[in-house]
Protein backbone atom coordinates (compact mmCIF):
# COMPACT_ATOMS: atom_id res chain seq x y z
CA UNK A 1 0.00 0.00 0.00
CA UNK A 2 2.94 2.51 0.83
CA UNK A 3 6.55 1.98 -0.50
CA UNK A 4 9.07 4.75 0.12
CA UNK A 5 13.13 4.20 -0.45
CA UNK A 6 15.46 6.51 -0.13
CA UNK A 7 12.94 9.83 0.61
CA UNK A 8 14.34 12.83 1.45
CA UNK A 9 12.97 16.11 2.02
CA UNK A 10 15.18 19.42 2.59
CA UNK A 11 13.66 22.86 3.49
CA UNK A 12 17.04 25.29 2.43
CA UNK A 13 19.93 24.53 4.70
CA UNK A 14 17.02 22.33 7.05
CA UNK A 15 17.22 18.71 6.43
CA UNK A 16 13.81 17.53 7.40
CA UNK A 17 13.60 14.09 6.25
CA UNK A 18 16.60 11.97 5.21
CA UNK A 19 17.07 8.43 3.46
CA UNK A 20 13.35 7.25 4.75
CA UNK A 21 13.13 3.72 3.28
CA UNK A 22 9.19 1.69 4.40
CA UNK A 23 6.81 -0.46 3.68
CA UNK A 24 3.23 -0.44 4.66
CA UNK A 25 1.37 -3.88 3.66
CA UNK A 26 -2.32 -3.89 2.77
CA UNK A 27 -4.90 -4.18 6.05
CA UNK A 28 -2.03 -3.35 8.61
CA UNK A 29 -2.33 -0.46 11.34
CA UNK A 30 1.09 0.74 11.07
CA UNK A 31 1.67 3.29 14.19
CA UNK A 32 4.69 6.29 13.09
CA UNK A 33 6.18 7.96 16.30
CA UNK A 34 8.39 10.74 17.08
CA UNK A 35 8.99 13.71 18.81
CA UNK A 36 7.63 17.05 17.38
CA UNK A 37 9.81 18.12 14.84
CA UNK A 38 10.79 14.68 14.03
CA UNK A 39 9.80 14.69 10.18
CA UNK A 40 6.33 13.06 10.69
CA UNK A 41 4.02 15.46 8.99
CA UNK A 42 6.75 16.31 6.19
CA UNK A 43 6.62 12.12 5.54
CA UNK A 44 2.70 11.76 5.19
CA UNK A 45 2.70 15.23 3.14
CA UNK A 46 5.07 13.48 0.96
CA UNK A 47 3.30 10.00 0.35
CA UNK A 48 0.54 11.99 -0.26
CA UNK A 49 2.10 14.05 -2.92
CA UNK A 50 1.42 17.22 -1.02
CA UNK A 51 4.99 17.93 -0.87
CA UNK A 52 7.48 17.32 -3.62
CA UNK A 53 10.86 15.09 -2.62
CA UNK A 54 14.45 16.47 -2.76
CA UNK A 55 15.76 12.90 -2.70
CA UNK A 56 14.27 9.34 -3.14
CA UNK A 57 10.74 7.71 -4.32
CA UNK A 58 7.28 7.16 -2.71
CA UNK A 59 4.54 5.04 -4.39
CA UNK A 60 1.35 5.22 -2.67
CA UNK A 61 -1.54 2.51 -3.99
CA UNK A 62 0.86 1.19 -6.42
CA UNK A 63 1.20 4.60 -8.16
CA UNK A 64 3.75 7.58 -7.61
CA UNK A 65 2.81 9.57 -5.18
CA UNK A 66 1.10 12.58 -6.36
CA UNK A 67 0.26 11.05 -9.79
CA UNK A 68 -2.23 8.78 -9.23
CA UNK A 69 -5.31 10.77 -10.01
CA UNK A 70 -8.57 11.86 -9.11
CA UNK A 71 -9.87 8.03 -9.40
CA UNK A 72 -7.15 6.94 -6.74
CA UNK A 73 -6.84 9.74 -4.19
CA UNK A 74 -10.63 9.02 -3.47
CA UNK A 75 -9.43 5.92 -2.24
CA UNK A 76 -7.15 7.43 0.18
CA UNK A 77 -8.47 9.39 3.22
CA UNK A 78 -6.19 12.07 5.30
CA UNK A 79 -6.44 13.97 8.45
CA UNK A 80 -4.19 16.55 8.45
CA UNK A 81 -2.35 17.58 11.55
CA UNK A 82 -3.79 21.52 11.37
CA UNK A 83 -6.93 20.53 10.94
CA UNK A 84 -9.10 23.72 8.92
CA UNK A 85 -12.60 23.10 8.17
CA UNK A 86 -15.50 25.70 6.46
CA UNK A 87 -16.49 28.01 9.52
CA UNK A 88 -20.06 28.48 7.61
CA UNK A 89 -20.49 24.71 7.07
CA UNK A 90 -22.38 22.28 9.65
CA UNK A 91 -20.63 19.45 10.61
CA UNK A 92 -23.34 17.85 8.81
CA UNK A 93 -22.59 19.86 5.44
CA UNK A 94 -18.84 19.17 5.99
CA UNK A 95 -19.16 15.71 6.09
CA UNK A 96 -21.33 15.30 3.49
CA UNK A 97 -19.56 17.84 1.04
CA UNK A 98 -16.30 16.14 1.48
CA UNK A 99 -17.99 12.71 0.91
CA UNK A 100 -19.05 13.50 -2.24
CA UNK A 101 -15.45 14.56 -3.57
CA UNK A 102 -14.68 10.94 -3.43
CA UNK A 103 -17.58 9.73 -5.11
CA UNK A 104 -17.81 7.39 -2.68
CA UNK A 105 -20.76 6.24 -0.19
CA UNK A 106 -20.39 7.30 3.61
CA UNK A 107 -21.26 3.70 4.30
CA UNK A 108 -19.00 3.60 7.77
CA UNK A 109 -20.54 7.04 9.05
CA UNK A 110 -23.56 6.39 11.05
CA UNK A 111 -21.38 3.77 13.47
CA UNK A 112 -18.45 6.54 13.66
CA UNK A 113 -20.27 9.77 14.93
CA UNK A 114 -22.15 7.33 17.53
CA UNK A 115 -18.76 5.44 18.57
CA UNK A 116 -17.56 9.55 18.66
CA UNK A 117 -20.64 10.28 20.73
CA UNK A 118 -21.78 13.11 17.84
CA UNK A 119 -24.93 14.27 18.09
CA UNK A 120 -27.70 15.36 15.23
CA UNK A 121 -27.39 18.52 17.01
CA UNK A 122 -24.10 19.17 17.06
CA UNK A 123 -24.14 17.96 13.44
CA UNK A 124 -26.87 20.39 12.45
CA UNK A 125 -24.47 23.49 14.00
CA UNK A 126 -22.24 25.45 12.54
CA UNK A 127 -18.45 24.79 12.75
CA UNK A 128 -17.51 27.74 14.21
CA UNK A 129 -19.39 26.91 17.10
CA UNK A 130 -17.14 23.87 18.03
CA UNK A 131 -14.55 23.16 20.55
CA UNK A 132 -11.29 21.74 19.00
CA UNK A 133 -12.23 18.39 19.91
CA UNK A 134 -15.66 18.15 18.13
CA UNK A 135 -13.94 19.73 15.01
CA UNK A 136 -11.53 17.04 15.44
CA UNK A 137 -14.41 14.27 15.71
CA UNK A 138 -15.55 15.65 12.32
CA UNK A 139 -11.94 15.44 10.84
CA UNK A 140 -11.82 11.72 11.70
CA UNK A 141 -15.15 10.98 10.39
CA UNK A 142 -15.01 12.80 7.09
CA UNK A 143 -11.37 10.57 6.65
CA UNK A 144 -12.81 7.26 7.24
CA UNK A 145 -16.29 7.60 6.44
CA UNK A 146 -16.41 6.09 2.70
CA UNK A 147 -14.07 3.37 3.70
CA UNK A 148 -11.15 4.63 1.94
CA UNK A 149 -8.83 1.85 1.44
CA UNK A 150 -5.69 3.30 2.80
CA UNK A 151 -6.03 6.08 5.44
CA UNK A 152 -3.27 8.92 6.78
CA UNK A 153 -4.10 10.14 10.45
CA UNK A 154 -2.04 12.99 11.63
CA UNK A 155 -1.91 13.19 14.91
CA UNK A 156 -5.57 11.61 15.30
CA UNK A 157 -6.36 11.93 18.98
CA UNK A 158 -5.18 15.18 19.45
CA UNK A 159 -8.01 17.43 21.35
CA UNK A 160 -9.98 14.05 22.65
CA UNK A 161 -10.76 13.85 25.95
CA UNK A 162 -10.00 10.15 27.41
CA UNK A 163 -13.66 8.81 27.10
CA UNK A 164 -13.84 10.01 23.11
CA UNK A 165 -9.64 8.42 22.88
CA UNK A 166 -11.49 5.18 23.41
CA UNK A 167 -13.88 5.47 20.79
CA UNK A 168 -11.22 6.13 18.40
CA UNK A 169 -9.54 3.10 19.02
CA UNK A 170 -12.44 0.81 18.52
CA UNK A 171 -13.19 3.19 15.51
CA UNK A 172 -9.85 1.96 14.32
CA UNK A 173 -9.87 -1.73 14.78
CA UNK A 174 -13.18 -1.75 12.94
CA UNK A 175 -11.71 0.37 9.90
CA UNK A 176 -8.74 -2.68 9.88
CA UNK A 177 -11.89 -5.22 9.86
CA UNK A 178 -13.30 -3.71 7.28
CA UNK A 179 -10.09 -3.46 4.93
CA UNK A 180 -8.74 -0.83 5.50
CA UNK A 181 -5.12 0.22 5.74
CA UNK A 182 -4.26 2.70 8.38
CA UNK A 183 -1.37 4.98 8.63
CA UNK A 184 -1.27 7.30 11.50
CA UNK A 185 1.91 9.36 13.37
CA UNK A 186 1.40 9.89 17.49
CA UNK A 187 3.51 10.73 20.20
CA UNK A 188 1.14 8.92 22.11
CA UNK A 189 2.88 5.88 23.04
CA UNK A 190 0.39 4.00 24.82
CA UNK A 191 -2.33 4.40 21.92
CA UNK A 192 0.12 3.55 19.13
CA UNK A 193 0.75 0.39 21.72
CA UNK A 194 -2.28 -0.72 22.40
CA UNK A 195 -3.67 -0.37 17.85
CA UNK A 196 -0.62 -0.48 15.79
CA UNK A 197 0.57 -4.25 13.90
CA UNK A 198 4.21 -2.27 13.08
CA UNK A 199 5.84 0.77 14.22
CA UNK A 200 8.33 3.45 12.83
CA UNK A 201 10.01 5.70 14.86
CA UNK A 202 11.68 8.88 13.14
CA UNK A 203 14.47 10.55 15.08
CA UNK A 204 15.69 14.05 13.65
CA UNK A 205 14.28 12.84 10.28
CA UNK A 206 15.67 9.59 9.97
CA UNK A 207 13.91 6.18 10.54
CA UNK A 208 16.37 4.64 13.56
CA UNK A 209 13.53 1.69 14.62
CA UNK A 210 10.97 -0.12 12.75
CA UNK A 211 9.16 -3.57 12.91
CA UNK A 212 6.15 -5.56 14.76
CA UNK A 213 5.61 -4.66 18.56
CA UNK A 214 7.38 -8.27 19.19
CA UNK A 215 10.52 -7.24 17.01
CA UNK A 216 10.79 -3.68 18.74
CA UNK A 217 10.59 -4.95 21.96
CA UNK A 218 13.22 -8.09 21.57
CA UNK A 219 16.09 -5.47 20.53
CA UNK A 220 15.48 -3.61 23.97
CA UNK A 221 16.90 -4.47 27.26
CA UNK A 222 14.85 -5.76 30.47
CA UNK A 223 14.22 -4.26 33.52
CA UNK A 224 15.90 -6.23 36.01
CA UNK A 225 14.96 -5.47 40.26
CA UNK A 226 16.06 -7.90 42.59
CA UNK A 227 15.79 -7.50 46.14
CA UNK A 228 17.34 -9.01 49.06
CA UNK A 229 17.19 -10.15 52.50
CA UNK A 230 20.20 -8.76 53.33
CA UNK A 231 22.89 -5.63 52.18
CA UNK A 232 24.91 -7.16 49.32
CA UNK A 233 27.56 -6.05 46.83
CA UNK A 234 26.34 -5.11 43.92
CA UNK A 235 29.35 -4.45 41.70
CA UNK A 236 29.46 -7.94 40.55
CA UNK A 237 26.05 -7.64 38.90
CA UNK A 238 26.81 -4.45 37.06
CA UNK A 239 28.99 -6.70 34.56
CA UNK A 240 26.13 -7.98 33.15
CA UNK A 241 24.22 -4.95 32.35
CA UNK A 242 23.48 -0.93 33.14
CA UNK A 243 22.91 -0.63 37.20
CA UNK A 244 20.21 2.31 36.83
CA UNK A 245 19.60 1.95 40.64
CA UNK A 246 21.18 0.34 43.91
CA UNK A 247 20.54 0.40 47.63
CA UNK A 248 21.96 -2.05 50.31
CA UNK A 249 19.57 -4.80 49.85
CA UNK A 250 18.11 -3.80 46.15
CA UNK A 251 19.32 -3.47 42.47
CA UNK A 252 17.40 -2.34 39.04
CA UNK A 253 19.42 -3.00 36.14
CA UNK A 254 18.76 -2.93 32.60
CA UNK A 255 20.18 -5.89 30.55
CA UNK A 256 19.87 -7.61 27.32
CA UNK A 257 17.54 -10.53 26.67
CA UNK A 258 21.00 -12.73 26.10
CA UNK A 259 22.61 -11.78 29.12
CA UNK A 260 19.49 -12.63 31.60
CA UNK A 261 20.20 -16.46 32.15
CA UNK A 262 23.75 -15.52 33.27
CA UNK A 263 22.52 -12.71 35.51
CA UNK A 264 19.68 -15.12 37.13
CA UNK A 265 22.70 -17.63 37.62
CA UNK A 266 24.57 -15.47 39.32
CA UNK A 267 21.75 -13.44 41.60
CA UNK A 268 20.38 -16.84 42.86
CA UNK A 269 23.51 -16.97 44.71
CA UNK A 270 22.72 -14.17 46.40
CA UNK A 271 20.24 -14.40 49.12
CA UNK A 272 17.57 -13.15 47.10
CA UNK A 273 13.66 -12.84 48.44
CA UNK A 274 12.25 -11.14 45.54
CA UNK A 275 12.93 -10.95 41.56
CA UNK A 276 11.00 -9.43 38.70
CA UNK A 277 11.72 -9.10 35.24
CA UNK A 278 9.83 -6.54 33.06
CA UNK A 279 9.25 -6.85 28.95
CA UNK A 280 10.15 -3.85 27.60
CA UNK A 281 7.33 -1.53 26.92
CA UNK A 282 6.91 0.20 23.48
CA UNK A 283 7.83 3.81 26.02
CA UNK A 284 11.29 2.03 27.40
CA UNK A 285 11.95 1.72 23.27
CA UNK A 286 11.32 5.24 22.96
CA UNK A 287 12.79 6.35 25.00
CA UNK A 288 16.17 4.43 24.63
CA UNK A 289 16.32 5.71 21.01
CA UNK A 290 15.54 9.36 22.31
CA UNK A 291 18.64 9.49 25.51
Known amino acids: MVVAGGLGKRYGRVQALQDLSLRVEEGEVFGFLGPNGAGKTTTIRLLLGLLRPTAGTAEVLGAPAGRAGTRARADIG ?12 TGR ?32 RPV ?20 PKLVFLDEPTKGLD ?25 HVLPEVERVADRVGMLRGGRLVVT ?12 RVRARFAEPVDAAPLAHFGE ?3 REAASVELLVAQADLPALVTRIGLLPLTDLT ?12 QYR
Open 93 to 124: QTLDFLARLTGRAAVDRVDMIALLGLSAHELD
Open 211 to 222: GTMTDVRRTQRR
Open 78 to 89: YLPGELSLWPTF
Open 243 to 245: LVH
Open 128 to 147: RTYSDGMKQKIGIVQALQCR
Open 277 to 288: IEPPSLEDVFLE
Open 162 to 186: PLMQQGFYELLLRARGNGTTVFFSS
